[in-house]
């Protein structure tokens, strides 16, 4: 009997190694083979809409090369044929400047304020991490669609 008990545990032992070794050499070659091919992922963070004359939107990409890193990019969209179309877009900051979590979590847009004159003022403050605070208020001008710095 125990020496069935011995085979029945190094026959466990080795299925449970196999499994282990496949579940590590699986996410290894996922995360590798779809690194360079997948979108970046992005989260809609602010959102506003002045009137029928444009929608403007905050959305954090995350970094493909750093899991924490991020960048912020400002869209501002017109009507045209009864659906909004993108007009332009600027990154809020530096490229990958931004950190991801901080980001995507509660209390995230700092101050995120537009006005529907023409041109639109607009400012945009956002959260370093819960220790840092609010990054310094940006300003920007949308005038025809187009997104200058204020």
Request: with cysteine.
């Given at each position: 009997m125990s020496n069935r008990t011995g085979t029945r545990t190094r026959y466990a032992a080795t299925a449970a190694v196999t499994l282990a070794m496949a579940a590590v050499l699986g996410t290894a070659t996922a995360s590798t083979s779809s690194a360079g091919t997948a979108a970046p992922q992005k989260r809609q963070i602010a959102s506003s809409v002045l009137g029928s004359d444009y929608k403007i939107t905050l959305t954090a990409l995350r970094s493909t090369q750093d899991e924490y890193a991020a960048s912020v990019r400002l869209q501002v969209y017109t009507q045209s044929g009864g659906a909004w179309k993108e007009s332009d877009r600027v990154t809020v900051g530096e490229v990958d400047g931004w950190f991801w979590y901080p980001l995507t979590g509660s209390?995230?847009?700092?101050?995120?304020?537009?006005a529907s004159t023409e041109p639109a003022p607009l400012t945009v403050s956002l959260l370093i991490t819960p220790s840092i605070g609010c990054s310094d208020p940006t300003h920007y001008v949308v005038k025809e669609g187009r997104v200058f710095a204020g």
């Open positions: 209390g995230a847009v700092c101050d995120f304020s537009t």
